[in-house]
């Protein structure tokens, strides 16, 4: 069965500092991976996605994901997080097999400090 | 590109009675689909559909549940008879049909059952 795992319910970073947010995921097709944000009682927005190709993708708002296939996950990170970045993160993935429906994962809620 | 839009955005009702919420897709979206959020995890899908026909539906869509998108274009989840545990934010999102494709978010409607 098609799983996505996000160890880390919540995670609290300081202002400006770097973001590692963990994804990895078990799947029997060929994946395609996003990243998703979403703040509270909103719906969800895509920050980046990977097909194919180069393996470090780039998103919106300063956001990098890299995919490792042979550990079967889809990191996210940002250099400087800022405060506005505080929300919850969902990875997903999706495969033209499975009829392009979307797994997520359960989420990790990022915290900012001032 | 007006993006996803859902309607209601809140709905509050007592158990027993019946809701329907309605979805407008991104306009040249061929794929429409829809999921569930319960609190603290990830969207669960529901549904989809291409164009009007309904391809594929989750376990998670008892017999309660209906969905339509009679002329390929909006769609409408109407929810019979409701229960508590229906208390969710539903999610719709749309796609084009080409390849694995993004799929791009409306904000939600949140269903409160009493």
């Known amino acids: 069965a098609q799983s996505v795992t996000q160890p880390d319910i919540h995670i609290t970073v300081s202002e400006g500092a770097s973001l590692e947010l963990r994804c990895n995921y078990s799947y029997g097709a060929t994946p395609y991976l996003f990243w998703y944000v979403q703040s509270p009682g909103q719906g969800l927005q895509l920050l980046l996605k990977?097909?194919?190709?180069?393996?470090l993708v780039q998103g919106i708002k300063g956001f990098e994901a890299e995919f490792k296939r042979s550990q079967s996950s889809f990191n996210l990170r940002k250099p400087s997080v800022h405060w506005s970045d505080a929300a919850e993160y969902f990875c997903?993935?999706?495969?033209?097999?499975?009829?392009?429906?979307?797994?997520f994962g359960a989420g990790t809620i990022l915290r900012v400090k001032s | 590109d007006t993006g996803v839009s859902q309607n209601p955005r809140h709905k509050i009702t007592k158990r027993g009675q019946n809701v329907t919420f309605r979805c407008d897709p991104i306009s040249e979206h061929n794929r429409l689909y829809w999921y569930r959020q319960t609190l603290g995890q990830g969207p669960e899908f529901l549904t989809y559909?291409?164009?009007?026909?309904?391809?594929?539906k989750s376990r998670l869509l008892s017999d309660r549940f209906s969905a339509e998108r009679p002329k390929g274009s909006f769609s409408t989840l109407e929810i019979q008879r409701t229960e508590q545990g229906d208390s969710a934010m539903y999610l719709c999102a749309s796609s084009r049909v080409r390849g694995v494709d993004t799929q791009y978010f409306g904000p939600g409607t949140r269903l409160t059952v009493l």
């Open positions: 559909f291409q164009n009007e026909a309904q391809l594929e």
């Open positions: 997903a993935v999706g495969a033209k097999e499975y009829g392009n429906k979307l797994v």
């Open positions: 990977y097909f194919s190709g180069d393996t």
